[in-house]
Protein backbone atom coordinates (compact mmCIF):
# COMPACT_ATOMS: atom_id res chain seq x y z
CA UNK A 1 0.00 0.00 0.00
CA UNK A 2 1.25 3.44 -1.06
CA UNK A 3 0.20 5.95 1.31
CA UNK A 4 0.09 10.44 0.05
CA UNK A 5 0.67 12.33 3.10
CA UNK A 6 -0.91 16.01 1.87
CA UNK A 7 -2.23 14.06 -1.09
CA UNK A 8 -5.13 16.22 -1.73
CA UNK A 9 -2.66 18.35 -3.17
CA UNK A 10 -1.62 18.64 -7.14
CA UNK A 11 1.63 16.52 -6.66
CA UNK A 12 0.54 13.89 -4.08
CA UNK A 13 -2.70 13.58 -6.48
CA UNK A 14 -1.02 13.21 -9.68
CA UNK A 15 1.32 10.51 -8.14
CA UNK A 16 -1.52 8.99 -6.46
CA UNK A 17 -3.70 8.78 -9.70
CA UNK A 18 -0.69 7.92 -12.04
CA UNK A 19 0.56 4.48 -9.42
CA UNK A 20 -3.20 3.49 -8.79
CA UNK A 21 -3.79 3.20 -12.65
CA UNK A 22 -0.60 0.87 -12.54
CA UNK A 23 -1.97 -1.59 -9.97
CA UNK A 24 -1.28 -0.37 -7.17
CA UNK A 25 -3.77 0.47 -3.96
CA UNK A 26 -3.15 3.76 -2.90
CA UNK A 27 -4.45 5.54 0.04
CA UNK A 28 -4.47 9.59 0.57
CA UNK A 29 -3.59 11.26 3.50
CA UNK A 30 -4.92 14.75 4.32
CA UNK A 31 -4.88 16.41 7.98
CA UNK A 32 -9.02 16.33 7.39
CA UNK A 33 -10.02 12.94 6.93
CA UNK A 34 -12.95 14.61 4.81
CA UNK A 35 -10.77 16.18 2.40
CA UNK A 36 -8.67 12.69 1.94
CA UNK A 37 -12.37 10.95 1.04
CA UNK A 38 -13.13 13.70 -1.21
CA UNK A 39 -9.70 14.00 -3.23
CA UNK A 40 -10.25 10.01 -3.07
CA UNK A 41 -13.32 9.82 -4.26
CA UNK A 42 -12.34 12.44 -7.50
CA UNK A 43 -9.38 10.51 -8.47
CA UNK A 44 -11.50 7.53 -8.37
CA UNK A 45 -13.72 9.05 -11.30
CA UNK A 46 -10.49 9.77 -13.05
CA UNK A 47 -9.40 6.04 -12.64
CA UNK A 48 -12.39 4.14 -12.29
CA UNK A 49 -11.40 -0.03 -10.95
CA UNK A 50 -8.38 0.95 -9.14
CA UNK A 51 -7.64 0.74 -5.73
CA UNK A 52 -7.73 4.53 -4.15
CA UNK A 53 -9.28 5.60 -0.38
CA UNK A 54 -8.61 8.43 1.70
CA UNK A 55 -7.63 8.62 5.63
CA UNK A 56 -6.47 11.32 8.02
CA UNK A 57 -2.16 11.38 7.56
CA UNK A 58 -1.64 9.55 10.38
CA UNK A 59 -3.94 6.43 9.81
CA UNK A 60 -2.86 6.58 6.04
CA UNK A 61 0.98 6.49 7.03
CA UNK A 62 -0.21 3.49 9.46
CA UNK A 63 -1.50 1.61 6.22
CA UNK A 64 1.17 2.06 3.96
CA UNK A 65 4.71 0.84 3.47
CA UNK A 66 5.81 3.14 1.21
CA UNK A 67 4.52 6.89 2.77
CA UNK A 68 5.27 10.11 -0.11
CA UNK A 69 5.39 13.15 1.87
CA UNK A 70 3.13 15.58 -0.81
CA UNK A 71 3.41 18.66 1.49
CA UNK A 72 4.79 22.30 1.32
CA UNK A 73 8.62 22.37 2.95
CA UNK A 74 6.91 24.60 5.48
CA UNK A 75 4.68 21.35 6.92
CA UNK A 76 7.70 19.07 7.49
CA UNK A 77 9.31 18.96 10.62
CA UNK A 78 6.23 19.68 12.62
CA UNK A 79 4.58 16.37 10.15
CA UNK A 80 7.30 14.28 10.40
CA UNK A 81 7.86 14.83 14.56
CA UNK A 82 4.28 13.76 15.17
CA UNK A 83 4.68 10.72 12.64
CA UNK A 84 8.20 9.49 13.55
CA UNK A 85 7.05 6.35 15.54
CA UNK A 86 4.43 5.64 12.90
CA UNK A 87 6.85 5.64 10.02
CA UNK A 88 9.94 3.87 11.69
CA UNK A 89 10.78 0.58 9.35
CA UNK A 90 8.81 2.13 6.52
CA UNK A 91 10.13 3.48 3.23
CA UNK A 92 9.78 7.15 3.27
CA UNK A 93 9.64 9.26 -0.25
CA UNK A 94 10.45 12.69 0.17
CA UNK A 95 8.87 14.70 -3.08
CA UNK A 96 9.42 18.22 -1.77
CA UNK A 97 11.26 20.73 -2.93
CA UNK A 98 11.37 24.00 -0.77
CA UNK A 99 10.85 26.59 -2.73
CA UNK A 100 10.14 30.62 -2.20
CA UNK A 101 8.72 33.13 -4.53
CA UNK A 102 9.17 36.50 -4.39
CA UNK A 103 7.30 39.36 -6.81
CA UNK A 104 9.28 40.03 -10.23
CA UNK A 105 11.76 37.54 -8.97
CA UNK A 106 9.63 34.45 -9.93
CA UNK A 107 10.76 31.00 -7.75
CA UNK A 108 14.00 30.76 -5.85
CA UNK A 109 15.32 27.74 -3.71
CA UNK A 110 14.94 27.68 -0.02
CA UNK A 111 18.37 27.09 2.18
CA UNK A 112 18.01 23.89 4.20
CA UNK A 113 20.44 23.49 7.60
CA UNK A 114 20.78 19.62 7.11
CA UNK A 115 21.19 20.48 2.97
CA UNK A 116 18.03 19.38 1.73
CA UNK A 117 14.75 18.58 3.04
CA UNK A 118 15.35 15.31 2.27
CA UNK A 119 18.23 15.00 4.57
CA UNK A 120 16.30 16.84 7.17
CA UNK A 121 13.87 14.29 6.71
CA UNK A 122 16.34 11.16 7.43
CA UNK A 123 17.39 13.70 10.36
CA UNK A 124 13.84 13.54 11.85
CA UNK A 125 13.04 9.75 10.80
CA UNK A 126 16.25 8.00 11.86
CA UNK A 127 14.26 4.68 11.82
CA UNK A 128 12.95 5.12 8.32
CA UNK A 129 14.82 4.65 4.69
CA UNK A 130 14.28 8.14 3.20
CA UNK A 131 14.36 8.22 -0.35
CA UNK A 132 14.22 11.64 -2.83
CA UNK A 133 12.11 11.55 -5.73
CA UNK A 134 9.75 13.19 -8.49
CA UNK A 135 10.71 17.08 -6.89
CA UNK A 136 11.25 17.46 -11.01
CA UNK A 137 7.74 16.40 -12.06
CA UNK A 138 5.19 18.44 -13.32
CA UNK A 139 1.67 18.05 -10.98
CA UNK A 140 -0.71 19.44 -13.90
CA UNK A 141 0.58 16.67 -16.04
CA UNK A 142 0.22 13.94 -13.74
CA UNK A 143 -3.37 15.03 -13.21
CA UNK A 144 -3.83 14.23 -16.78
CA UNK A 145 -4.27 10.52 -17.09
CA UNK A 146 -4.08 10.39 -20.79
CA UNK A 147 -0.80 12.72 -21.19
CA UNK A 148 2.04 11.13 -21.26
CA UNK A 149 4.64 11.66 -19.31
CA UNK A 150 8.11 12.65 -20.59
CA UNK A 151 11.33 12.89 -18.35
CA UNK A 152 13.43 11.33 -15.65
CA UNK A 153 13.61 11.18 -12.03
CA UNK A 154 16.46 11.24 -10.22
CA UNK A 155 16.41 8.96 -7.26
CA UNK A 156 18.82 9.77 -3.96
CA UNK A 157 19.04 7.53 -0.82
CA UNK A 158 21.77 5.90 1.68
CA UNK A 159 19.22 3.01 1.39
CA UNK A 160 19.95 0.73 -1.69
CA UNK A 161 17.12 -1.33 -0.95
CA UNK A 162 14.76 1.36 -0.79
CA UNK A 163 15.97 3.27 -3.79
CA UNK A 164 15.74 0.35 -5.78
CA UNK A 165 11.91 -0.30 -4.84
CA UNK A 166 11.52 3.81 -5.51
CA UNK A 167 13.32 2.64 -9.20
CA UNK A 168 10.71 0.57 -9.82
CA UNK A 169 7.78 2.78 -8.76
CA UNK A 170 8.82 5.25 -11.45
CA UNK A 171 9.19 2.64 -13.87
CA UNK A 172 5.66 1.73 -13.51
CA UNK A 173 4.55 5.24 -14.66
CA UNK A 174 4.91 5.18 -18.18
CA UNK A 175 7.80 7.26 -20.27
CA UNK A 176 9.54 8.17 -16.80
CA UNK A 177 12.73 6.73 -16.63
CA UNK A 178 14.38 6.95 -13.00
CA UNK A 179 18.05 7.70 -13.06
CA UNK A 180 20.10 6.35 -9.81
CA UNK A 181 21.19 9.68 -8.53
CA UNK A 182 22.83 8.03 -5.82
CA UNK A 183 22.95 9.01 -2.00
CA UNK A 184 20.45 11.53 -0.08
CA UNK A 185 23.62 13.97 -0.18
CA UNK A 186 22.90 14.43 -3.83
CA UNK A 187 19.22 15.38 -3.33
CA UNK A 188 19.87 19.21 -3.15
CA UNK A 189 20.90 19.56 -6.60
CA UNK A 190 17.56 17.60 -7.16
CA UNK A 191 15.18 20.06 -5.18
CA UNK A 192 17.12 22.81 -5.88
CA UNK A 193 16.27 22.33 -9.94
CA UNK A 194 12.41 22.68 -9.15
CA UNK A 195 12.41 26.32 -8.75
CA UNK A 196 14.23 26.78 -11.99
CA UNK A 197 11.65 24.58 -13.63
CA UNK A 198 9.17 26.81 -12.44
CA UNK A 199 10.77 29.92 -13.48
CA UNK A 200 11.01 27.90 -17.46
CA UNK A 201 7.64 27.43 -16.81
CA UNK A 202 6.50 30.63 -16.82
CA UNK A 203 8.39 32.06 -19.22
CA UNK A 204 7.45 29.31 -22.05
CA UNK A 205 4.09 28.75 -20.67
CA UNK A 206 4.92 24.78 -20.79
CA UNK A 207 5.58 21.96 -18.17
CA UNK A 208 9.29 21.78 -18.23
CA UNK A 209 10.93 18.90 -16.97
CA UNK A 210 14.73 16.81 -17.03
CA UNK A 211 16.50 14.39 -19.20
CA UNK A 212 19.31 13.07 -18.27
CA UNK A 213 21.22 12.30 -21.52
CA UNK A 214 24.04 9.68 -22.20
CA UNK A 215 22.77 6.88 -20.40
N1 LIG B 1 3.09 21.14 -7.69
C1 LIG B 1 4.09 20.63 -8.41
O1 LIG B 1 4.13 20.70 -9.67
C2 LIG B 1 5.23 19.94 -7.71
C3 LIG B 1 6.20 19.30 -8.50
C4 LIG B 1 7.22 18.61 -7.86
C5 LIG B 1 7.30 18.61 -6.47
N2 LIG B 1 6.36 19.26 -5.74
C6 LIG B 1 6.47 19.22 -4.28
O2 LIG B 1 5.41 18.41 -3.82
C7 LIG B 1 4.90 18.93 -2.59
C8 LIG B 1 3.40 19.08 -2.74
O3 LIG B 1 3.15 20.01 -3.79
P1 LIG B 1 1.68 20.55 -4.04
O4 LIG B 1 1.77 21.56 -5.11
O5 LIG B 1 0.75 19.41 -4.18
O6 LIG B 1 1.45 21.29 -2.62
P2 LIG B 1 0.18 22.01 -1.94
O7 LIG B 1 -0.99 21.90 -2.86
O8 LIG B 1 0.62 23.36 -1.52
O9 LIG B 1 -0.03 21.13 -0.63
C9 LIG B 1 -0.42 19.79 -0.68
C10 LIG B 1 -1.22 19.46 0.56
O10 LIG B 1 -0.39 19.55 1.71
C11 LIG B 1 -1.20 19.81 2.84
N3 LIG B 1 -0.55 20.88 3.61
C12 LIG B 1 -0.50 22.20 3.31
N4 LIG B 1 0.21 22.87 4.25
C13 LIG B 1 0.61 21.94 5.15
C14 LIG B 1 1.36 22.00 6.36
N5 LIG B 1 1.86 23.17 6.80
N6 LIG B 1 1.56 20.86 7.04
C15 LIG B 1 1.07 19.67 6.60
N7 LIG B 1 0.34 19.55 5.47
C16 LIG B 1 0.13 20.67 4.75
C17 LIG B 1 -2.58 20.23 2.33
O11 LIG B 1 -3.43 19.11 2.53
P3 LIG B 1 -4.49 19.02 3.74
O12 LIG B 1 -4.89 20.42 4.06
O13 LIG B 1 -5.58 18.22 3.10
O14 LIG B 1 -3.77 18.31 4.83
C18 LIG B 1 -2.37 20.40 0.84
O15 LIG B 1 -3.50 20.06 0.07
C19 LIG B 1 5.61 20.25 -2.32
O16 LIG B 1 6.56 20.10 -1.30
C20 LIG B 1 6.30 20.59 -3.64
O17 LIG B 1 7.56 21.20 -3.44
C21 LIG B 1 5.32 19.92 -6.33
Redesign the pocket.
Known amino acids: MLAF ?10 LALRLAAAGEPVII ?4 AG ?2 AT ?1 AEELLQLAPGTNISGAE ?1 AQAATQADVVF ?8 R ?2 LEQLKDTLAGKVVVD ?5 SFQRGRGASAVEVEAGS ?1 AQEAQELLPDSLVVSA ?7 ELQQPDTVMDGDVIVCSDHAEAKSLVMDLVSKIHSLRPVDGGGLANSKYVEQI ?1 PMLVNINRIYKIHAGIKIVGI
Open positions: LGGTGPEGKGGSRDRAANLAFPYEGQSTVIAPMAFQNISAET
